[in-house]
């Protein structure tokens, strides 16, 4: 007996904007390492968590720059869209 049945196909590859998912996950980088300064001036944490999030910030400054050089260079069709290649009808 298998360990794993395939009862489905797999789903469909989902297209998806990696230069907004890093340049979302940057700003919330950001936005913790100014929470973290503040916790840290207060002294109710150390400068570690600082560190973290500001290190998090300028790792995400690389992929968005990955990114970009990496986008597709050609749009996608849409899915709606009729193949190009197709007969034409008469």
Excluded: Y
């Amino acid at each position: 007996m298998p360990l794993f049945r395939v009862t489905k196909p797999a789903p469909e590859p989902v297209q998806v904007d990696f230069v907004r998912v890093m340049v979302v996950g940057t700003l919330v980088w950001a936005v913790a390492a100014l929470v973290a300064v503040v916790l840290g001036a207060t002294g109710a944490t150390g400068w570690l968590p600082t560190a973290v999030c500001v290190t998090g910030a300028a790792l995400g400054l690389v992929g968005i720059n990955w990114a970009q050089r990496h986008r597709p260079r050609v749009e996608p069709l849409p899915t709606d869209a009729a193949p190009t290649d197709a007969a034409p009808t008469a």
